[in-house]
């Protein structure tokens, strides 16, 4: 297995991925819609996306947004997206994308990341207590949506 940044090559089996991964979050399938995003992703550099590579094909991604931080006067990273193929799972592909982007923090010199998951998501929970990660049960998460 080969974690390593994704490129253009990438696109046409990274975006099945993606879209594989917005109807696990109960979103409508649209591969076409998936790969336009994930091309101007790529293209203007607005997102880092670490992917697996075995057997000479894609199985597994992450996907980073920069943030920054105003009290460390650093740049944080945004994990928003992390998948594994259902035939890959159980093969230690998430945890290696989570140490790759541990390495890519020190890269950046950044000062860490963050994730959210959905409570329900004891699979998640498990592997980001393993690689490390604590939970903040400190400060409230507040959102708003255009559409709700």
Request: net charge negative; with cysteine.
């Amino acid at each position: 297995m080969l974690v390593r940044k994704a490129q253009i090559e990438d696109l046409e089996s990274l975006a099945k991925l993606f879209d594989a991964y917005r109807v696990f979050y109960r979103k409508e399938s649209d591969l076409e819609a998936a790969s336009a995003f994930l091309l101007e992703r790529i293209e203007t550099n607005s997102s880092v996306i670490f992917v697996v590579e075995e057997n000479e094909e894609l199985s597994a991604f992450t996907q980073l947004y920069p943030l920054f931080s105003s009290t460390q006067m650093k740049r944080l990273w945004l994990l928003n997206d992390l998948f594994v193929d259902k035939k890959s799972r159980g093969k230690g592909q998430s945890k290696l994308l989570m140490e790759r982007v541990k390495t890519f923090c020190f890269e950046s010199d950044a000062a860490g990341f963050y994730l959210e998951t959905e409570k329900s998501n004891s699979v998640g929970t498990s592997l980001y207590k393993r690689v490390g990660m604590d939970l903040d049960e400190t400060h409230h998460f507040f959102h708003w949506t255009v559409n709700k």
